[in-house]
């Protein structure tokens, strides 16, 4: 009996389809997808927008400008909570929605630090190096507070961090007797603004040296192992000698130093801070980009990376709809329905129901021929 030669085009397509699909199930295929569409949005709408040029700043130094600068350093600060928003996320299947007021009480400190308690300082008081240190010092102790409320007395993440979302404005404008301290000295703000004879934003260099750092992290120690294998089950990992509850508070601590980071960022810009206004809202943005990388939020596995390219992409929005002069107040219900549907096309279920219905009109074909 012969034995029937396969069409070589059938087997191509076949392989064709099968990659297409690997692709669309790539958990960044999400928001590679929505970087791709805005590219192609504006490509469409105004090339010029891409363009980047060299342009004086208030102190007569020439540095780059463009929208895509702009997405890359107004993202900086997104970008480095999503990171920690993502282990939080991972570790206790829930979300810190306090980090912008945790945000404004690091920026506080640091402040405080550097003013010596004076309304206005034309020269720091302290070193910045160690102002920074005592900021993330003062941030890890609110995130181990966080942290001990979820892991040890078993509270709902979100419910738990509810308490510093509401009291952690207060605290910030407590620290400076309700002042709103001013730094002139020009060397705080490079952090927030640009090294001299540098051109690229200060923020830009900032988040690369974290993003490297936890990716040596990741790569070089069991953190991202034991993170997943708590959000996964944390009874079989207690089975296995790990602490469950020890890890939690780690994650929790580890988003506290990222939250120092992006809140002393935040204040380097203007050298000054408004405690109500201070990252307000960035914590959806945040729990969004971890939704937007193809992150569950119930925990367990994760990718960083995702994380990450969905924060650039949510910056990446909200620049676009500032270019076509979305009024501020706006802003937010635009970015709320374009997120939503990506977030709603990343779910599992609506995956698998768009590949069976894939799949139908190829069983008819079958059942025709």
């Known amino acids: 009996m012969m034995t029937p030669v396969k069409d070589p085009k059938v087997k191509t397509k076949q392989a064709g389809e099968s990659g297409l699909k690997r692709l669309t199930r790539h958990q960044m295929f999400i928001p590679l997808a929505a970087l791709a569409l805005l590219v192609l949005f504006n490509l469409i709408a105004d090339p010029s927008f891409f363009a980047v040029s060299i342009k004086e700043n208030s102190l007569g130094n020439p540095v780059l400008s ?16 999503a990171i920690g928003m993502t282990l939080v996320t991972a570790s206790s299947g829930g979300q810190d929605i306090s980090v912008g007021a945790t ?20 020269t720091m008081q302290m070193p910045l190096l160690l102002a920074v240190l005592i900021g993330i010092l003062v941030s890890m102790v609110f995130g181990a507070f966080n942290g ?15 308490i510093m979302y509401t009291a952690g404005r207060s605290i910030a404008a407590w620290i400076n007797n309700n002042q709103l301290p001013i730094i ?4 705080f703000k490079y952090a927030g603004t640009f090294l001299p004879g540098v051109p690229v934003p200060t923020p830009i260099f900032i988040t690369a040296l974290v993003i490297l750092a936890f990716w040596l992290i990741l790569k070089f120690t069991t953190l991202g192992l034991y993170t997943q294998s708590v959000g996964i089950n944390a009874n079989s ?3 296995n000698g790990l602490d469950p509850k ?5 994650t929790y601590v580890i988003l506290g130093v990222c939250v120092a980071v992006a809140g002393f960022i935040r204040v380097s810009r203007s050298g000054s801070i408004n405690y109500s206004r201070m990252a307000e809202n960035i914590e959806m943005d945040a729990i969004l980009a971890v939704a937007l990388g ?4 119930s925990g367990g596995r994760f990718n960083i990376y995702g994380s990450i390219l969905g924060a650039y992409v949510i910056q990446f929005l909200t620049t ?10 706006a802003l937010p219900a635009y970015k709320a329905v374009v997120v939503i549907l990506l977030v709603v096309l990343s779910a599992p279920v609506v995956r698998e129901k768009l590949a069976s219905l894939k799949k139908a009109p190829a069983k008819t074909a079958k059942e025709v021929s």
Do not use: H
């Not at 002139?184 to 060397?187: A, E, K, M, R, T």
């Open 66 to 81: 463009g929208n895509i600068i702009s997405v890359l350093d107004n993202a900086s600060e997104l970008v480095i909570l």
């Open 148 to 162: 001990a409320l979820v892991a040890y007395f078993k509270i709902q993440p979100m419910v738990a961090t509810l």
């Open 103 to 122: 945000m404004a009480i690091a920026g506080s400190v640091i402040l405080r630090m550097v003013c010596g308690g004076q309304i206005t300082a034309d």
């Open 320 to 329: 676009t709809l500032y270019k076509y002069d979305v009024p501020s107040t």
């Open 246 to 250: 020890l890890i939690k508070l780690l």
């Open 237 to 239: 990992s207690r089975l």
């Open 184 to 187: 002139n000295d020009q060397v």
């Open 294 to 297: 193809g992150n569950v939020l």
